[in-house]
């Protein structure tokens, strides 16, 4: 049996749950240099289709970096690839829940 077997197993779950605040898309805009209107913008964002500021889609898509990272497999882990399609917006003040499960286990890789 493999350590990473011991550990876990298939059907394991974890999420983690957020709501998108103002101050978290100006510090985001901030650090990634995405000032879009649509996000930092709240009289430009009520103009558009969205009729109100989104949250930038892939701070969003941190939220499964954060599960990966803190809760399962947890603390140390780096994954390398990512497939993201944007549905529907998420709009600030939003909450968004992050949900990751264990459906294969992989026995030939390193832990």
Same mark, same amino acid.
């Given at each position: 049996?493999?350590?990473?077997?011991?550990?876990?197993? =298939?059907?394991? +779950?974890?999420?983690?749950?957020?709501?998108?605040?103002?101050?978290? /898309? $100006?510090?985001?805009?901030?650090?990634?240099?995405?000032?879009?209107? /649509?996000?930092?913008? !709240?009289?430009?964002?009520?103009?558009?289709?969205? +009729?109100? !500021? =989104?949250?930038?889609? /892939?701070?969003?898509?941190?939220? /499964?970096?954060? &599960?990966? !990272?803190?809760?399962?497999?947890?603390?140390?882990? =780096?994954? &390398?690839?990512?497939?993201?399609?944007? $549905? +529907?917006? &998420?709009?600030?003040?939003?909450?968004?829940?992050?949900?990751?499960?264990?459906?294969?286990?992989?026995?030939?890789?390193?832990?």
């Amino acid at each position: 049996m493999s350590s990473s077997q011991a550990r876990y197993k =298939i059907g394991d +779950k974890a999420e983690m749950t957020k709501m998108f605040s103002d101050a978290d /898309i $100006i510090k985001y805009a901030q650090a990634s240099g995405d000032s879009n209107p /649509i996000h930092c913008d !709240g009289d430009y964002a009520v103009t558009t289709g969205f +009729k109100g !500021g =989104i949250v930038h889609g /892939i701070l969003v898509a941190g939220l /499964i970096s954060a &599960v990966l !990272g803190t809760k399962l497999p947890g603390m140390g882990t =780096i994954y &390398v690839s990512q497939n993201l399609k944007f $549905i +529907k917006p &998420v709009f600030i003040n939003d909450s968004v829940t992050a949900r990751v499960e264990i459906t294969d286990i992989d026995e030939n890789k390193n832990d």
